[in-house]
Every structure is written in structure tokens, then in C-alpha cells.
């Protein structure tokens, strides 16, 4: 594959404000490179388990939690079909990872960011069918697969549920990588366990850099690397960095999580989940009127000191590595 001129982007929330009807396009100035081909992987957000929550979910007041899993369909389909008509290959398998790859052509992937409402095989069955291939277990919340950050260093983190022993080995034999990004720590362990499926992190840090639930402790990244997985190192500023605010926050903030992976001897594995349209805020130097691909790439090659090679690796080329390899 040629991965030398590609970003990716590993957690984009911007199918929700679509469904929502907040815009019509599933790309904007800030969440597609300007500069090179891109790939952008769409979260298809839905749940704490037994429905809607937060401030997101507003818009979705009134929807019975049995009709969850139709909103999150309805997201995967929107993906599908906006994807070809806004300059994106939409793809699926880790041959046609390769193949728009080799083309040079953008690609758009599906994912799932908290599996609640999916509540039988059979329904994981057909989110495969659509063109899922990634899947984040929980959100902050427990559901009825797994135990989510929130429940970490607390009594109440259970980790996997039998239910959720049975999707990720069924996840296994589908080629449906299972996402590890807010799980609880336990979770994070039992998954680990199952030595079936393709692994990875789509938007987390490490927590020995920044101490938050939402980051990953030590041995679960380097299990993570260790199984040929992805860490997509999240720009969300409480993952990234404590005690400072908003007015303080630049995008080279993120570098102490890089240069910990390199001491670690985990920078083939690394890359971004930026979380776009997930966060409340961005750095002060990541302007929205230009792409966060395009900033975060040119930060990295001007400031970060790593050589070319890496650079290419962390700005995609690690990623498109792992589609490659590890999908069904």
C-alpha cells in the first residue's frame, strides 16, 4: 500500500449531527484534508446502554430505547449513502482498505461507539451486513455488554457480562474489530483475554501521561501493541492534559503522549481519533476554518522532531496498516 500522503482520522462524530438535521454533508472544512487523500471513520453514537443520554441527545427526545438500534442503522446507512456523493470510497474489508489505498482515493469507514442497543447476534449479524467493522463496547456508561469508564477503579466494574464474552468472540469470527476506547479498565482486561478478535483504541491516551479514566493504563497498551493493534491518541484537552484550560491548550500538547509511546517502543501502533464534533472545544491553534488532518500533520512535521518515516506512520499510515491487516 502507499500510505505516504494519507491522514486519518479514527473518531468523527459528524453523522450524528446529520441524523440530527444540523447540516446535510457528512464532511466540513475542519474534519477532511486538504492536502492529501484522508480516511475518516464515522461513529455511529446512540446509547448509555438503555438509550440516549447527555446533551447530544436532545435531539432524539422521545425515542422508545427499543428503537435505539434503528437510529444507529439509520446513522451506518447515512454513511453509506452520503459517502460516494462527497468524494469518499466507502470501505469495508481490508481489501478494499488496500485497493482505495493503492488508488489514492479518501476513504470513509463505519463504526459503532457503544453497543447497547445491540442486544442479539443477530443484530451485530446485520450491522456487519451494512459495513460495521469497528465496534467501541460501551460508552462512559455500563450496558448490558460490558462495564464503561465510569465503573473504573469503583466496586461497580464488572467488566465483560456473559453477554459480552459471547459479542466479542462472535466479533472474532466476523473480522469486527472491538474498540476499546471507554471501556472500563476491567473491560479493557477481559477483552484482552480473548485472543479471537482484532484489538484497538480509537480516541484514548495514556493515563501514565494524563490520569484519566478515559485513557489507557500501561499494560493494556502494550497488549494492545503486542497483539497488533491501534491507539488513535485523542485531542479531547482533559485526555490530554490536566490543569490547564482551554485558553491555555495547544495542540502541541499532545507530543508527551507521542514521546511516551516512543520510550515505550509503541510508536508503530500510534495515531489520532481526533474526536471531531465529539468536543466542546479544540486547541487554541487548530483553527476550524482549515482541516484538523492538515494542522495536526503539520505540527507534528515541523515541531515534533520525530523523522519522516514515523511522521508518515502516525498520521495514518499506522492505521491504514492495521484495516489492512486485521478486518474481515
Same mark, same amino acid.
Given at each position: 500500500?502507499?500510505?505516504?500522503?494519507?491522514?486519518?482520522?479514527?473518531?468523527?462524530?459528524?453523522?450524528?449531527?446529520?441524523?440530527?438535521?444540523?447540516?446535510?454533508?457528512?464532511?466540513?472544512?475542519?474534519?477532511?484534508?486538504?492536502?492529501?487523500?484522508?480516511?475518516?471513520? /464515522? +461513529?455511529?453514537? &446512540?446509547? @448509555?446502554? *438503555?438509550?440516549?443520554?447527555? =446533551?447530544?441527545? $436532545?435531539?432524539?427526545?422521545?425515542? %422508545?430505547?427499543?428503537?435505539?438500534?434503528?437510529?444507529?442503522?439509520?446513522?451506518?446507512?447515512?454513511?453509506?449513502?452520503?459517502?460516494?456523493?462527497?468524494?469518499?470510497?466507502?470501505?469495508?474489508?481490508?481489501?478494499?482498505?488496500?485497493?482505495?489505498?493503492?488508488?489514492?482515493?479518501?476513504?470513509?469507514?463505519?463504526?459503532?461507539?457503544?453497543?447497547?442497543?445491540?442486544?442479539?447476534?443477530?443484530?451485530?449479524?446485520?450491522?456487519?451486513?451494512?459495513?460495521?467493522? /469497528? +465496534?467501541?463496547? &460501551?460508552? @462512559?456508561? *455500563?450496558?448490558?455488554?460490558? =462495564?464503561?469508564? $465510569?465503573?473504573?477503579?469503583?466496586? %461497580?466494574?464488572?467488566?465483560?457480562?456473559?453477554?459480552?464474552?459471547?459479542?466479542?468472540?462472535?466479533?472474532?469470527?466476523?473480522?469486527?474489530?472491538?474498540?476499546?476506547?471507554?471501556?472500563?479498565?476491567?473491560?479493557?482486561?477481559?477483552?484482552?483475554?480473548?485472543?479471537?478478535?482484532?484489538?484497538?483504541?480509537?480516541?484514548?491516551?495514556?493515563?501514565?501521561?494524563?490520569?484519566?479514566?478515559?485513557?489507557?493504563?500501561?499494560?493494556?497498551?502494550?497488549?494492545?501493541?503486542?497483539?497488533?493493534?491501534?491507539?488513535?491518541?485523542?485531542?479531547?484537552?482533559?485526555?490530554?492534559?490536566?490543569?490547564?484550560?482551554?485558553?491555555?491548550?495547544?495542540?502541541?500538547?499532545?507530543?508527551?503522549?507521542?514521546?511516551?509511546?516512543?520510550?515505550?517502543?509503541?510508536?508503530?501502533?500510534?495515531?489520532?481519533?481526533?474526536?471531531?464534533?465529539?468536543?466542546?472545544?479544540?486547541?487554541?491553534?487548530?483553527?476550524?476554518?482549515?482541516?484538523?488532518?492538515?494542522?495536526?500533520?503539520?505540527?507534528?512535521?515541523?515541531?515534533?522532531?520525530?523523522?519522516?518515516?514515523?511522521?508518515?506512520?502516525?498520521?495514518?499510515?499506522?492505521?491504514?496498516?492495521?484495516?489492512?491487516?486485521?478486518?474481515?
Amino acid at each position: 500500500m502507499t500510505l505516504k500522503n494519507y491522514t486519518c482520522d479514527c473518531h468523527c462524530d459528524s453523522v450524528l449531527n446529520v441524523v440530527r438535521g444540523e447540516g446535510e454533508t457528512l464532511l466540513n472544512e475542519y474534519n477532511v484534508s486538504r492536502e492529501g487523500p484522508f480516511l475518516q471513520l /464515522f +461513529a455511529a453514537w &446512540t446509547e @448509555n446502554g *438503555s438509550g440516549l443520554c447527555d =446533551s447530544r441527545a $436532545s435531539a432524539f427526545t422521545g425515542i %422508545d430505547p427499543k428503537d435505539v438500534f434503528a437510529l444507529a442503522v439509520k446513522m451506518v446507512n447515512t454513511v453509506k449513502e452520503k459517502a460516494p456523493a462527497e468524494n469518499m470510497t466507502l470501505c469495508v474489508t481490508k481489501e478494499d482498505v488496500r485497493g482505495a489505498v493503492k488508488a489514492g482515493k479518501n476513504i470513509a469507514m463505519a463504526a459503532m461507539e457503544g453497543c447497547g442497543c445491540v442486544d442479539s447476534l443477530e443484530k451485530l449479524h446485520m450491522l456487519r451486513e451494512l459495513g460495521v467493522r /469497528f +465496534a467501541t463496547l &460501551t460508552w @462512559n456508561p *455500563s450496558n448490558i455488554l460490558a =462495564s464503561g469508564c $465510569s465503573s473504573s477503579g469503583t466496586p %461497580d466494574d464488572k467488566g465483560l457480562t456473559d453477554y459480552g464474552r459471547e459479542f466479542v468472540k462472535e466479533c472474532g469470527k466476523l473480522g469486527i474489530a472491538v474498540d476499546l476506547s471507554h471501556a472500563s479498565v476491567k473491560t479493557m482486561r477481559d477483552v484482552l483475554e480473548e485472543d479471537s478478535c482484532a484489538v484497538f483504541a480509537s480516541h484514548s491516551n495514556f493515563r501514565s501521561v494524563c490520569d484519566h479514566v478515559r485513557n489507557l493504563p500501561d499494560d493494556v497498551a502494550e497488549e494492545i501493541v503486542r497483539r497488533g493493534g491501534f491507539i488513535g491518541l485523542n485531542t479531547y484537552l482533559p485526555f490530554v492534559a490536566g490543569g490547564i484550560s482551554y485558553g491555555e491548550y495547544d495542540a502541541e500538547m499532545i507530543f508527551p503522549h507521542i514521546y511516551y509511546a516512543a520510550e515505550k517502543g509503541w510508536l508503530g501502533a500510534l495515531g489520532f481519533g481526533f474526536d471531531i464534533d465529539g468536543v466542546e472545544a479544540y486547541a487554541r491553534n487548530v483553527p476550524l476554518d482549515r482541516s484538523i488532518h492538515d494542522t495536526y500533520a503539520r505540527i507534528i512535521r515541523e515541531k515534533s522532531g520525530l523523522d519522516e518515516k514515523m511522521q508518515i506512520a502516525i498520521r495514518g499510515g499506522n492505521f491504514l496498516e492495521f484495516a489492512g491487516r486485521k478486518l474481515g
